[in-house]
């Protein structure tokens, strides 16, 4: 169950259901603030342009608190990823930091072969839940107007060889396939990940990619505005 | 035994006639790389190779494994005996296509044998055809990191990994710039923040995050590939920017005639880059596939003098 909020600038968010009981707080004290002014105030044209300030204000306090949620519930499902793989790589060899390339694949393939076998039924959306692929969504959009938006869209639609990547979460980035570069501001503004996972652009698509053994942890679609 | 020795005093001094002084050894012209290779013109040294300099290549987008960059590491090579560089800095797409162990041969080992019989140590960053994994490829030299900083004589180098410049990198850039009191500050990485090139063109994205830090902790010289060509850029607030991504692929014209950004091009075959910093001087020689020199000069550090007397 989800539900929408409207925004100020006519963007609106969904609210993650496991946020929900901070919401309602919120709300509530919104509107007492409002009430509070309105019995103590007389009601002229300044009192209601100030409480007109008041709700717009508080609006976006509670949107920006509501999206920092959703990003730490998102980071909280990615944080637990890793910290499945790093208890199975704990247990293998550990890779040297002058490997030689026979060593790198066969870690990497160990590696991918335990993750999936622990992982199985792991499933699209498990980590793109509804509110954070529309928060992800709207900072992308925010991030990318105008010039930069036909820029992006040519590179990633048109010009990338990633392009017509099949994706298929618990199963390997294809190796032979360019790792398309993320715009270092768009990262700034994204929920932050751990040092092990990736965003990555495939099309239209936003893609959860573990960096070291390759696999696709999840995906949304309709990323690209 | 007279005989024996006679002949053996003979060999000694038939070898030390042979062997080209080192004024020869810059002019001495190279045999066909073989095959369609073309003909490699003659070894012209541009740079000082002074004692104690530090002396180094760079290389991009060089991970293909085709006849062509082959010829262009034979070329390297007939020059390194005119310039014996220690290091090269690799600037991304070390391997196109798959990664598999007969992949880091074919694409790197095999190409750059005779070098790396030579001891010289490569230090790579990645581009956007490269896993992650290389970074723990001994012959890498990256210490299992995306990104690294090391340091040569005067010069600081910074390795970064411009496919993904995330906060934790952002962040640690700023902290070992802040902290850094080498004479150069020289940073190499793929995508280039300043580019003439028709098929991709500056990163602008890339330059609004990393430039600032660039400026402000005194960057003098930045390296990309990413551009299949070379192409020196118009300094651009102080800082002069670098694209060499011809060594392993070419993209023939591609960079915009009359480019505003533009100094010199050259994207008609594949080429490398020679590099040697003395003092307060960074000197570079540009050299193509058939072993021409197709630019060079000298860069000057001055903006720490000049922050240095802003402060007096």
């Known amino acids: ?90 247990k293998m060899p550990k890779l040297s930091k002058e490997a030689k390339p026979e060593e790198i694949e066969v870690h990497k393939k160990r590696l991918q072969e335990s993750v999936r076998a622990a992982r199985t039924g792991a499933k699209q959306g498990d980590m793109f839940r509804p509110a954070a692929v529309a928060l992800i969504r709207a900072i992308i959009k925010e991030e990318f107007k105008g010039k930069d938006r036909v820029e992006l869209r040519k590179t990633v639609l ?61 995906y949304m679609t309709d990323a690209i505005p | 035994m007279k005989r024996i020795t006679a002949s053996f005093v003979l060999t000694i001094l038939l070898a030390l006639s042979s062997a080209p002084s080192s004024a020869e050894a810059q002019e001495r012209s190279h045999p066909r790389t073989g095959g369609n290779a073309p003909a490699t013109a003659p070894v012209k040294l541009t740079l000082p190779n002074k004692d104690k300099s530090v002396r180094f290549m760079v290389i991009g987008d060089t991970g293909t494994g085709t006849d062509q960059q082959h010829e262009l ?156 060509f070379y192409e020196r850029i118009k300094p651009q607030k102080g800082i002069y920017y670098f694209i060499s991504g011809s060594g392993g692929k070419l993209r023939k014209g591609d960079v915009k005639k009359g480019s505003a950004l533009t100094e010199k091009a050259y994207d008609r075959d594949m080429s490398f880059m020679l590099i040697e910093v003395a003092g307060d001087q960074m000197h570079f020689q540009v050299i193509s596939r058939t072993g021409e020199t197709v630019d060079s000069g000298v860069i000057a550090r001055t903006k720490k003098q000049a922050r240095a007397n802003a402060q007096d």
């Open chain 2, 73 to 228: 590491a034979k070329v390297m090579l007939h020059y390194r005996q005119a310039f014996p560089f220690e290091f090269v800095l690799m600037l991304g797409d070390n391997m196109y296509g798959s990664e598999k162990t007969g992949d880091y041969k074919k694409k790197f080992e095999d190409v750059y044998r005779p070098l790396l019989d030579q001891k010289v140590k490569f230090y790579a960053s990645l581009g956007n055809h490269d896993e992650s994994n290389q970074r723990f490829y001994g012959l890498f030299n990256m210490d299992g990191q995306e990104y690294y900083k090391f340091s040569k004589g005067n010069v600081s180098f910074y390795s970064l990994n411009s496919n993904y410049m995330d906060k934790k990198q952002v962040d640690w850039l700023n902290e070992k710039l802040a902290a850094d009191t080498s004479d150069w500050k020289i940073a190499y990485f793929h995508h280039p923040p300043y580019s003439s090139g028709a098929a991709h063109g500056s990163d602008t994205k890339l330059r609004q995050i990393i430039e600032p830090m660039f400026v402000r902790h005194g960057v003098d010289v930045v390296f990309a590939g990413h551009e299949h």
């Open chain 1, 1 to 90: 169950m989800t539900e929408n909020v409207s925004l100020p600038q006519s963007t609106s968010i969904l609210i993650d259901p496991q946020l929900s009981c901070s919401v309602p707080t919120k709300l509530h004290t919104l509107g007492g603030i409002l009430l509070a002014f309105q019995s103590g105030v007389k009601t002229t044209k300044t009192s209601l342009l100030l409480m007109a300030l008041v709700a717009l204000f508080s609006t976006g306090v509670l949107a920006q608190d509501n999206n920092k949620l959703i990003a730490e519930a998102f980071e909280k499902r990615v944080k637990d990823y890793v910290k499945l793989r790093e208890g199975i790589e704990e």
């Open chain 1, 158 to 218: 048109v010009e990338a060889e990633n392009k017509g990547t099949p994706l298929r979460v618990n199963y390997p980035y294809p190796e032979t396939k360019e790792q398309l570069e993320m715009a270092p501001t768009l990262l700034l503004k994204l929920p932050q990940l751990p040092k092990q996972i990736r965003y990555r652009f495939v099309g239209d698509n936003m893609v959860l990619v573990d960096r070291e053994n390759g696999l696709i942890l999840d």
